[in-house]
Each structure stands twice: as C-alpha cells, then as structure tokens.
C-alpha cells in the first residue's frame, strides 16, 4: 500500500481560525481558501502544490477511485475532511499521527509541536503565524511557507515511523473507522425539529429566569452568582481545581452536579426558582447542541449539498482509552429519548441500527472479580438491580410498582463496586447523577454499602488486587515485566502501566506515593493524568480497569461491525454502535451483530456474560 502524507496550509485571520470555529464553521466559510499543500508519497521526497484549485487536482490525482493508499495525517479531523468534502476524494486508510501520539503518550500534548520536540528532538517551525490576515501569499513570501510545510510534511512522516510500529494492527483499523465516521457524514438531521425544539427551549428558559427575579447574566457567569450568593449571606466556599499552569487553583462549585451546590440548595430551599435558572442558564446545552446540529449540517452547494452531519470523536480521548467528543459538539451522551437524539436521521432508503452492549460495566466487573452471584445473575438474564433490592429491603421487589427501590439497587450496582463510600453513595444519590434525585439517611446509605460488599464479597477482594498492582507499579524497576496471575492472565502489569489484551498499555506516569504533610493530609497514591496529580487506589483502578476492558470489547465489535458489506459506522458511544445501513439488509445486520456483541472475546471466557439489545429506524430514537 501506498503512503502518502499530507499537510494543508489554509488562510486564517482574526475571528476566522480553529481555535474560534468548528471544522464545520472554518471550512463552509466564505473565507475558506487553500494556500499550498505539501506531499510525500512513501519515502521520496517531500514537495509543494500552490494554489487552492491546483491542490484540489493533485489529492484527486493522487488519490483516484479504488485507490490503495494510506493517507498519514497530523489531526485527520481537520485535513481528512478538506481531503473528502473540499477535494472529494478517499484514501483506503485513514492514517492520524495525532490520534497514535494520544495512545502512546496520553499525559503529553499530543500537539506536532510538543511530539517533534519530546520525540524527535526537533522543533516545528513558527513561520505561518507571519501570514495571519494574509489571503493571498506574495512571490517573495512563499519560500518560508513552503520550507515550513514542508518541514511539518518530514515531522510527520518521522513520528509515524518512529511510532507506527508501537502501534497494533486493529488499533490502526479503529483510528481509520474514527476518522471516517466524521468524514464520511452518515448523519442528516431533522431542521424542523431543532427549530421547534429551540425555540421551545428558549421560550422556557425565558419563562425561569423571570420567575427568578435575576438578570440572565448574573445567573450565567459564576463570578457573579457566587458573588449574589454571598451577598445575601449564605456559607459557599471555592474548592481546589488544580490545572497545568495553576496546581492551586480554586474554583466556585457552581456546576448543576457539583456536591457542593446541591448541598447548597437543600440548605437555602426557599431560593429553589434562583437555584432552577442558574441551572438553566448554566447548563442548557440542549440548545448549544442543537444550534451546532443546524450549523454543522448547513448546505454548502460545494462542499455539503446534501446537509449531512458527520461524528467527531477522539481516539483514545479518555485515559481508558475510550473516545470522547470534539468539536464543540459531543454527540456520545444524548439523552435517551430526548429530540436531540431522534433530530439525527439516516440517509434516505437506510435505517440507524442501534445496538447496546447491556449494563457492559457492571457484567465486565462481576466477571474480573470473578462474583459467582452477579456472574449467573447476568447470565440466567435476572433484573439484577431489583435482586439487590430484595436484599436490602428484604421484600420482592419489580420495576412497575417499586421505581424508587429498583433506582435505588441500580445506583448500588453501577457505583459500589469502584470502593464508593457511604458519604459518596449519599451525595451521588441527593445529587440526582444517574437519575432522578433521592435523599436518603446516612444510616440507610451505610447499610447498603456493607449489604454490597458482603453479598458480593469477591469485589472488595478484587480491589486488594488492584492495589497490590498499584504497588507493583510504583516500586518495579523499569525493565522488570511481571505477569499477574489475573483473569487467565488477562493483564499484565508494568513500571507505571498495565498492559491490555488488545496490545495497549493503560499508563500511571510519575506514579508514587504521596506522603501526608502540613498543607496534604490526603495520602496515598497519586499519577501525572496531564493536567495534574490524580489519585488512584485499588477501586478507582478496578474503575479503570472495567472501563478500559468494556471500551476493547465495544472497539472489537466494532471492528466486526465494519466488515459487513454494506453497514457504515454513523457513531460510537461507550456502550453503543450506530450503523446506517440500508433498509433492506436491516434485520440481517442486526441479527448478526446481536449474535456477535453476545459472544465473549478471545481473551476472556464463558462466564463473562454479555448481552445486548438495539433496535433500528429512520432515526436515533433507542
């Protein structure tokens, strides 16, 4: 296969770059213009196409019909669209150097800058912040943005290289799948909805605010309300929020689940119509998302003619590994049933096909834990939710007349299992945070957590192992390798990493053990997570762990998902996969992908007990 890497130079002024607009926003523009272009094609050398039009015909040249060429890229999010939607052309392989960098150093700014300087040891040059507000490139200035092109065309080249050998083949596979998934634009969207639905929500939030008695704009910047909340004499501090530049940086705790302000609001309860705008005001992103649909999806009669929408997601954008959103649109955690949601349609003559790895956690956490209770539970199809509740309550308990006991034996089984506390089972529960708000006494609370950890004793078990691989992380020399006898040795366990069994490692950089002192009395053990010293102990890494493993199991579906002939991935969710697919070959894609995502994978066995459930229409309404 053929390697080609690519590297667009495109105008860019005040108020018209990335770092203020989407990718949409930046390349449907009126202003959007293409400078140059540099290309290398394998290992010759590198060279420079001037000229907006002329770059469209060189990627189409290079990149014809049935093509078998690897396109290597530094952020395919940006240059993979120009490449599709500008020059309508498609590589067989999406290749994104950004997207390996964030893999193989997840605590590092996975900029071309920071991983040309931390691995090659050179610098990216800085000459095109000389050709801001610049729409056309004199003769005599086109030499330094050609040698700065170029340079950035060999930096690159050599990171994917160096690195592209770390990397396995099925990582590759899913880093091409995440890049098509946005440039491909499975999606259309519903614009009459959005409409409806926006201006629904704006005349609602209008109607609050009223009531509120406060401007929108003291409701909406958190300087000012904490300043209001203060000055009408009510307790409210800033809690720490470490970052990069600042590790003591404070913050007001003003966020709709942020523990602090519900405490807040259930001491002030007669302040509940300020309480209900701020949290409108500050948290209303049904509206933020549609906006970005109706914009993101805008005709553009070159570049977008039949108003499609595409995902963008980053790979390996959460340290387990999992994707995460971009874009200034997150389209992994729309609520279900909620319009956003059925506003996204499949193209005409196809359907979205939904489906959903059940409860995908809490079964990858019995499994590890190796709980013969939770195990048999998932695998007989017990509602494991009311079990639990039957124990705690000790009287039968079903989803139709015991709503609340049942939510209450869910938030034990997703959330105890990660060590929570009762203090921490409290607050989750008041705070509303998978569900509806419920005030429990402490006592009851207390009483769950220890009904949890004695019935399913194999998981606080399972949590001392998590911390013994703590402390071997911690204290083992760097070459020293140690296979854990853990789950058919599913995880192996390195100096500051955990290898996973699709080849990746989990890493904990700078991990070591924090000693309590006058300003910390918070000891124990604690990793660089990018932005700061985070802490883990046995439950947060089984947390880790869970989460990781879940992430691999959806990723290998995926990667099956993909090889049906005529399904297209639209979208991956951490527990979903959305696929158009035409309306005729629905129903046998969807047996056959609910048969596959029911099948452990290689490296687990019988007794991880998975199910899945979907469904598909013509739009996202699972």
Known sequence: MTTIVIDFETFYGTKYSLTSLSYEEYIFSPKFKIHCCGFKVDNEDSYIVWGHHNVINEVQNLLPPDNEVAVVLHNALFDGPIISWVCNAYPALWVDTKAICKLLYPSESSSLDNMAALILNKAKGKALQHFKDVEEIPEQDRFAMKRYCQADIELTYELYKALSVFVPQEQMELMHITTEM????????????????????????????????????????????????????????????????NPDNKKWPLGKDSEEFVDLQHRYPEHEKVWKARIRVASNITVTRAKRFLAHSAYHPLYNPYEALGAPLVSYGAHTHRWSGTNRINLQNLGRGSALRTALLAEEGKVLVVHDQKQIEARV????????????????????????????????????????????????????????????????????????PVLLPMEQC???????????????????????????????????????????????????????????????????????????????????????????????????????????????NALDAYKFPTARIALLVHDEIVASVPESDAQLYFDHMTYVMRQPPAWADSSLALDVEGGYAREYSK
């Open 446 to 556: 207390e009483k769950l957590v220890q009904t949890f950890r004695t019935t399913y004793w194999e998981i606080p078990q399972l949590w001392s192992t998590a911390q013994n691989m703590i402390d071997f992380m911690c204290k083992a020399d760097i070459e020293q390798r140690h296979a854990v006898t853990f789950c058919g040795n599913v995880l192996t366990v390195y100096k500051n990493a955990i290898g996973l069994p699709d080849g990746t490692f989990m890493q904990y950089p700078k991990l070591h053990y924090h000693y309590a002192n006058q300003d910390d009395n918070d000891e124990g053990y604690r990793y660089w997570n990018g932005k700061y010293m985070a802490k883990i102990y046995g439950g947060k890494l089984v947390e880790n762990l869970v989460q990781a493993l879940a992430k691999i199991i959806v990723a290998g």
């Open 182 to 245: 946005y440039v491909s634009r499975p999606f259309r969207v519903d614009k009459a909805l959005l409409l409806e639905l926006i201006d629904e929500e704006e005349a609602e939030t209008a109607r609050i605010v009223k009531e509120s008695g406060l401007s929108k704009t003291v409701l909406g910047s958190t300087k000012q309300f904490a300043e209001w909340i203060l000055e009408q004499g009510m307790e409210f501090k800033q809690i720490s929020a470490p970052t990069i530049n």
């Open 365 to 436: 956490l019995a499994w590890l834990a190796r709980c013969d209770t939770l195990n048999t539970a998932y695998k007989n199809g017990e509602d494991v939710y009311s079990r639990f509740a039957e124990i705690v309550y000790e009287r039968p308990i079903n989803d139709d007349d015991d709503k609340l006991e049942r939510f209450v034996g869910k938030v034990c089984i997703l959330g105890l299992g990660y060590q929570m506390g009762a203090r921490r089972l409290h607050a989750t529960l008041k705070m509303g945070v998978m569900g509806p």
